[in-house]
C-alpha cells in the first residue's frame, strides 16, 4: 500500500508527501536519518527486523527521505505505533501527521496506540490533534524517562478532527 497526501488546509503541510514499505536498503539512510535512536545496535536490529517483517513504513517528500513509522499488533493484537520520527530539518510540514493518519487509516483493529516521551511535547500535542487521547504514564521507560501512552478508538473516529475545519 502507498499513500500519497496532500492536505491544503493545514498549514506548513507538504505538497506531496508519500509513504511507502521500507525495503532492506532503506536501513542504512534511515540510520543516518535518526542516529541518536540508531546509535545502539539493539536499536538498528529492531529496526531491520522491522523491515524485514514489512512492519517498517518510510515517508518522502517529494524525492526526500523525510521520516519513518514502525507499525505492529503485538499487543493484545491491536495496533501499536511504535516509532515515528520525521527528520529535524523536515518537521512541521505535515510529515508526522501522514504517517500517523497511515497507521490509522492502515490500522484493522478497533484501537490504536502509540507511546510518547514525556519531554517530547510536539509529538504530545500531535497525537492529540490527531484523535488520540491520553491513557496512562510509564514512569521506567527507559534512558527518554517517563513516557505518555495514547490510545485511538478506531471505531468511533471520524476524519473531522477539532481545530481541522473543512477535512471530510
Known amino acids: 500500500m502507498t499513500l500519497q497526501t496532500t492536505s491544503p ?3 506548513f503541510c507538504p505538497a506531496t508527501c508519500t509513504i511507502v514499505p521500507a525495503e532492506y536498503g532503506d536501513l542504512e539512510p534511515l540510520c543516518r536519518l535518526d542516529l541518536d535512536t540508531l546509535r545502539e545496535f539493539r536499536q538498528r536490529d529492531f ?3 522491522a523491515i ?3 512492519r517498517c ?3 518522502f517528500l517529494d524525492e526526500t527521505l523525510a521520516g519513518y513509522g514502525i507499525f505492529n499488533y503485538q499487543f493484545h493484537g491491536f495496533g501499536v505505533i511504535h516509532r515515528v520520527f520525521v527528520r529535524a530539518d523536515l518537521r512541521r510540514r505535515g510529515v508526522g501527521r501522514a504517517l500517523l493518519d497511515f497507521f490509522s487509516a ?10 510518547v516521551p514525556q519531554h517530547n511535547l510536539a509529538m504530545q500535542e500531535l497525537v492529540q490533534r490527531r484523535g488520540f487521547v491520553l491513557s496512562g504514564v510509564v514512569h521506567e521507560h527507559g534512558s527518554d524517562g517517563p513516557a505518555m501512552i495514547y490510545l485511538k478508538d478506531l471505531r468511533t473516529a471520524t ?3 477539532a481545530g ?3 477535512l471530510q
Not at 492502515?106 to 507511546?115: E, N, V
Open 159 to 161: 476524519p473531522v478532527l
Open 47 to 49: 529496526v531491520a527486523a
Open 9 to 11: 488546509q493545514e498549514p
Open 57 to 59: 513504513w518510510v515517508a
Open 106 to 115: 492502515a490500522c484493522s483493529s478497533p484501537r490504536l496506540s502509540i507511546t
Open 52 to 54: 524485514e517483517e514489512g
Open 164 to 166: 481541522e475545519p473543512g
